[in-house]
């Protein structure tokens, strides 16, 4: 591919999230005045894990209350960790790298996990053809570190109209350091153990799914979105995360999309605002 042909097909790429930004936010602003009586008041944690490579002002258009979003460099330092240990329970809203830091976290500190909110998330990003699984080929890799080139100091996804530039400061070391994070981790033996209580079974060297009853850890309130058509991680993640989840509610989204949180925002919203009033209720789901 010519760089001429990426710049191009970049920019109508970023064209086309701008614009949507633009119109999301002049819908929002004709509507009824936001009123944050009007959300689910909770003094629950709400932990917000960010894509690699992406900018925060991707949540701009979230109106639900969070505490702390992390980068995905945070991520990487282990400072959701930190975070983790100071609070007794809160809710973690994870998008593509962040879905996979939600996860491990979720898997370390299940009993602190008061709702799951899982967006475009894959626990494991690279294809693993003697097992079968569905992951990113290393011919799509070499594509995104073509776009880390490319993309350097204006990020994967743009700057945001009339938003200061995030990635004038992200440095190559710290994007390297997130594509080497995708390409080795693995979560799903991790909560594969904690919440799907041993139903999943090897055969023949596959991953398969059991249908037997077997001891389940209660589990939280999990919400899953995922584009039906995405290129970087495959819906296929989605419906492996509902067989560990049984419990959750999966919205597969029309398109190709990744950047979730820009064009469903109101969907996150109602799913958050759903597990804080689940929280408070005191429920969990069995």
């Not at 809710?91 to 879905?99: D, E, F, N």
């Not at 003697?130 to 570190?145: F, M, Q, V």
């Not at 100091?153 to 109209?161: A, K, L, R, Y």
């Amino acid at each position: 591919m010519a760089d001429g042909d990426y710049e191009r097909g970049r920019d109508r790429e970023i064209g086309a999230i701008a614009a949507e930004l633009k119109r999301l936010a002049a819908a929002r602003s004709a509507s009824a005045p936001y009123q944050r009586e009007d959300r689910v008041s909770s003094r629950l944690p709400v932990f917000v894990l960010n894509g690699w490579a992406a900018s925060p002002h991707a949540w701009d258009l979230c109106r639900f209350m969070r505490t702390r979003l992390f980068s995905y460099v945070e991520q990487l330092d282990g400072e959701p960790e930190k975070a983790m240990e100071r609070v007794e329970r809160c809710i973690l809203v994870g998008w593509s790298m962040g879905g996979s830091s939600a996860l491990r976290l979720a898997a370390r500190w299940p009993e602190k996990i008061a709702g799951l909110v899982l967006i475009a998330v894959t626990p494991r990003m690279m294809e693993d053809k003697a097992t079968g699984w569905k992951g990113l080929s290393p011919r799509r890799l070499a594509a995104l570190r073509y776009g880390l080139v490319m993309t350097q100091g204006v990020g994967m996804f743009g700057v945001p109209e009339g938003k200061p530039n995030p990635y004038l400061l992200d440095e190559p070391a710290n994007l390297e350091r997130g594509l080497d994070y995708l390409m080795e981790s693995d979560i799903r033996s991790d909560i594969e153990r904690v919440f799907a209580g041993g139903s999943f079974e090897q055969q023949s060297g596959r991953q398969a799914y059991s249908n037997k009853t077997c001891a389940r850890r209660p589990s939280p309130p999990v919400y899953i979105f995922h584009s039906d058509h995405d290129g970087i991680v495959r819906p296929a993640n989605a419906a492996y995360l509902q067989k560990v989840f049984p419990q959750a509610s999966v919205t597969m989204v029309p398109g190709t999309e990744h950047a979730l949180p820009i064009f469903i925002p109101e969907l996150i919203d109602e799913a958050v605002d759903s597990c804080i009033r689940l929280a408070t209720a005191g429920q969990n789901i069995a």
